[in-house]
Nanobody
Framework: QVQLVESGGALVQAGGSLRLSCAAS????????MGWYRQAPGKQREFVAI???????VYADSVKGRFTISRDDARNTVDLQMNSLKPEDTAIYYC?????????WGQGTQVTVSS
């Protein structure tokens, strides 16, 4: 029902910033939950941040105060602003949309933070 494409991943120095973007193939106005997850090598995919239709946001403790999720319903995009990046933030970052309990995932974008 929706295709998601992430972009913005790159190699960045520790302490630097990066902005990821997720472009949806259809309107996201009816999608209550849009979020970002990440998966480091050899580890399970983990929750990063979620933005709900009512404007509320939820962040993982590990990124709270450093990352900011935002959505632009007019452009069908969801961004993740990442500041004060740490080497442990290195992972493939995935965009996720939840449609009536059914999740849709993007292909992921690589973020590498060097020390």
């Amino acid at each position: 029902q929706v295709q998601l494409v992430e972009s913005g991943g790159a190699l960045v120095q520790a302490g630097g910033s990066l902005r990821l973007s997720c472009a949806a193939s259809r309107s996201i106005r009816s999608i209550n939950s849009m979020g970002w997850y990440r998966q480091a090598p050899g580890k399970q995919r983990e929750f990063v941040a979620i933005s709900s239709g009512d404007g509320s946001t939820v962040y993982a403790d590990s990124v709270k105060g450093r990352f900011t999720i935002s959505r632009d319903d007019a452009r069908n995009t969801v961004d993740l602003q990442m500041n004060s990046l740490k080497p442990e933030d290195t992972a493939i970052y995935y965009c996720r949309a939840m449609l009536t309990t059914k999740p849709y995932w993007g292909q992921g974008t690589q973020v590498t933070v060097s020390s």
